[in-house]
């Protein structure tokens, strides 16, 4: 079977990369913007440099292509032309499957999170073209946050970075929204999904449109329990008011400082209190609550365990 992974360079989608290489069942062709002559060599990946604006570039690319994973940035394209032309290429192909750039949240509308606007442009794409007949069959690989991101600073995959957030195992502290310590996150581990997603490809059957991965499903209140054990101390919980966040307010004493490859510095430091605001606000609403699909369908797979994971992280950490 022939996997054609678009953005192959991104963080996520190496890691994708890897499980399925591990497999030694699958003909990889990794798509990017450029090639250059550090492309390592190995065996059953071809890399090609396409120009996503260059439909036909594109429908070339993809002949003999039975599944396309998507790991295009959304950020820098605001009319989302790329993965659009990528869709539409792949259709023309006769490519048979496409999983999107997602991997966060469930589906919902993402008002709390406005950077994620082009996922919602992208699903309603694809629901659109597969509204009277089945153009492409596609599904929506949603894991919630990634486990990895609470090991910040330290990095614990092969190639995704840590994010800080509103968890700060780091510094023993976290932010709380006042009355919601019940709010519901789910943490996957990047390797977790990364398999997943490796088993999936050959999936018999139709795709569900939703594909949730859950390794683990805790409250605020449940990882902060877990942080205090694994660190041995009381975490400094903030707690900030419903009102506040609707306005944009984050009244903490801190707040996040990481940024990400995906966006300038100037642009982090703009967005940086938006995110903090944007996960408390949505996890709210179940936003962070994904789907079983995955658990369900692979009831074999032994997920990691975040207590596990954390403990390792953190064991011996000042």
């Given at each position: 079977?022939?996997?054609?992974?678009?953005?192959?360079?991104?963080?996520?989608?190496?890691?994708?990369?890897?499980?399925?290489?591990?497999?030694?069942?699958?003909?990889?062709?990794?798509?990017?913007?450029?090639?250059?002559?550090?492309?390592?060599?190995?065996?059953?990946?071809?890399?090609?440099?396409?120009?996503?604006?260059?439909?036909?570039?594109?429908?070339?690319?993809?002949?003999g292509v039975?599944?396309?994973?998507?790991?295009?940035?959304?950020?820098?394209?605001?009319?989302?032309?790329?993965?659009?032309?990528?869709?539409?290429?792949?259709?023309?192909?006769?490519?048979?499957?496409?999983?999107?750039?997602?991997?966060?949240?469930?589906?919902?509308?993402?008002?709390?999170?406005?950077?994620?606007?082009?996922?919602?442009?992208?699903?309603?794409?694809?629901?659109?073209?597969?509204?009277?007949?089945?153009?492409?069959?596609?599904?929506?690989?949603?894991?919630?946050l990634f486990?990895?991101?609470?090991?910040?600073?330290?990095?614990?995959?092969?190639?995704?970075?840590?994010?800080?957030?509103?968890?700060?195992?780091?510094?023993?502290?976290?932010?709380?929204?006042?009355?919601?310590?019940?709010?519901?996150?789910?943490?996957?581990?990047?390797?977790?999904?990364?398999?997943?997603?490796?088993?999936?490809?050959?999936?018999?059957?139709?795709w569900p449109?939703?594909?949730?991965?859950?390794?683990?499903?805790?409250?605020?209140?449940?990882?902060?329990?877990?942080?205090?054990?694994?660190?041995?101390?009381?975490?400094?919980?903030?707690?900030?008011?419903?009102?506040?966040?609707?306005?944009?307010?984050?009244?903490?004493?801190?707040?996040?400082?990481?940024?990400?490859?995906?966006?300038?510095?100037?642009?982090?430091?703009?967005?940086?209190?938006?995110?903090?605001?944007?996960?408390?606000?949505?996890?709210?609403?179940?936003?962070?609550?994904?789907?079983?699909?995955?658990?369900?369908?692979?009831?074999?797979?032994?997920?990691?365990?975040?207590?596990?994971?954390?403990?390792?992280?953190?064991?011996?950490?000042?």
């Open positions: 079977m022939k996997i054609a992974i678009a953005g192959g360079t991104g963080q996520v989608a190496q890691e994708v990369i890897n499980a399925l290489v591990a497999t030694q069942r699958y003909e990889l062709l990794i798509l990017s913007r450029s090639t250059n002559k550090q492309t390592p060599v190995v065996s059953g990946i071809v890399y090609r440099a396409v120009a996503y604006h260059d439909k036909q570039d594109l429908i070339e690319a993809l002949r039975h599944t396309v994973l998507s790991f295009i940035q959304i950020l820098s394209d605001d009319k989302q032309m790329a993965q659009k032309n990528l869709i539409d290429a792949a259709v023309q192909a006769g490519v048979k499957r496409f999983a999107p750039s997602e991997y966060g949240r469930r589906v919902q509308l993402d008002f709390h999170m406005s950077w994620w606007n082009g996922k919602i442009e992208i699903r309603q794409y694809l629901a659109e073209i597969n509204r009277k007949e089945t153009m492409l069959e596609y599904t929506l690989f949603q894991p919630g486990l990895e991101y609470l090991a910040f600073p330290h990095k614990t995959a092969k190639y995704l970075q840590p994010l800080q957030t509103v968890f700060d195992f780091d510094k023993c502290r976290a932010i709380v929204v006042q009355g919601h310590q019940d709010a519901v996150m789910s943490l996957t581990s990047v390797r977790d999904l990364a398999e997943i997603i490796a088993k999936t490809v050959e999936l018999k059957g139709q449109v939703t594909f949730g991965v859950k390794a683990n499903r805790l409250t605020f209140h449940d990882i902060v329990a877990i942080g205090e054990r694994v660190r041995g101390r009381l975490f400094d919980v903030e707690h900030v008011e419903v009102e506040d966040l609707e306005a944009g307010n984050l009244k903490t004493s801190w707040s996040l400082e990481a940024t990400h490859a995906a966006v300038s510095t100037e642009e982090a430091e703009k967005m940086l209190q938006q995110v903090a605001i944007g996960i408390l606000l949505s996890c709210l609403g179940n936003a962070w609550d994904v789907g079983e699909e995955a658990n369900k369908l692979f009831p074999e797979h032994a997920f990691v365990k975040a207590e596990d994971y954390l403990s390792a992280v953190w064991m011996n950490k000042p």
